[in-house]
T-cell receptor, first 109, second 112 residues
Framework: AQRVTQPEKLLSVFKGAPVELKCNYS??????LFWYVQYSRQRLQLLLR??SRESIKGFTADLNKGETSFHLKKPFAQEEDSAMYYC???????????FGQGTRLTINP | DTAVSQTPKYLVTQMGNDKSIKCEQN?????MYWYKQDSKKFLKIMFS???????INETVPNRFSPKSPDKAHLNLHINSLELGDSAVYFC???????????FGEGSWLTVV
């Protein structure tokens, strides 16, 4: 069974500081990994997916198969980045998105 | 131009009642889902339908019955509501051959 672990339930950093939200997964095949963001009382939105290798809103994430990680990073946090962040995985051939527990990121002014 | 829309957004109801949440997507996607986000913000899939056929049912009590009249709609009917059903329910959809899932705004269900 696939599992996604986000070890930090809460993360608080100051504006302008670097941010790293951790995500580890367990899956024996080749997963497809995503980061979703949920701003206060809004829908979940796709932030980025590993196959596109793009940077969205200054965030990047690199899939590290050796460490089975897909950490989300941003060099300089902004107040508008405060939100709930979910790491998610889809197994090969599957259509079920498995979510981590989520990390609530708070950017302090 | 809302992609995935669900109604109602907020629903407060008494225990034992039966209620429905409707979902529609205008993205032309083949697959639709219901996810539940509990009070601890855990997100878990409940159901998935592909072209009106049920493909995922994640051990959800049979008080929950999804209905897909066509591939653009997936409604969730809940019988005999219980306090523990209080949560945010998210509808979502995706194209079959691509894995990006698009979510609705959520329906906040409170059972009192």
């Amino acid at each position: 069974a696939q599992r996604v672990t986000q070890p930090e339930k809460l993360l608080s950093v100051f504006k302008g500081a670097p941010v790293e939200l951790k995500c580890n997964y367990s899956y024996s095949g080749s997963p497809e990994l995503f980061w979703y963001v949920q701003y206060s009382r809004q829908r979940l939105q796709l932030l980025l997916r590993h196959i596109s290798r793009e940077s969205i809103k200054g965030f990047t994430a690199d899939l590290n198969k050796g460490e089975t990680s897909f950490h989300l990073k941003k060099p300089f946090a902004q107040e508008e980045d405060s939100a709930m962040y979910y790491c998610a995985l889809i197994a090969q051939g599957a259509q079920k998105l498995v979510f981590g527990q989520g990390t609530r990121l708070t950017i302090n002014p | 131009d809302t992609a995935v829309s669900q109604t109602p957004k907020y629903l407060v109801t008494q225990m034992g009642n039966d209620k429905s949440i409707k979902c529609e997507q205008n993205l032309g996607h083949d697959t639709m889902y219901w996810y539940k986000q509990d009070s601890k913000k855990f997100l878990k899939i409940m159901f998935s339908y592909n072209n009106k056929e049920l493909i995922i049912n994640e051990t959800v009590p049979n008080r929950f019955s999804p209905k897909s009249p066509d591939k653009a709609h997936l409604n969730l009917h809940i019988n005999s509501l219980e306090l523990g059903d209080s949560a945010v329910y998210f509808c979502a959809s995706s194209r079959q051959e691509r894995n990006t899932i698009y979510f609705g705004e959520g329906s906040w269900l409170t059972v009192v």
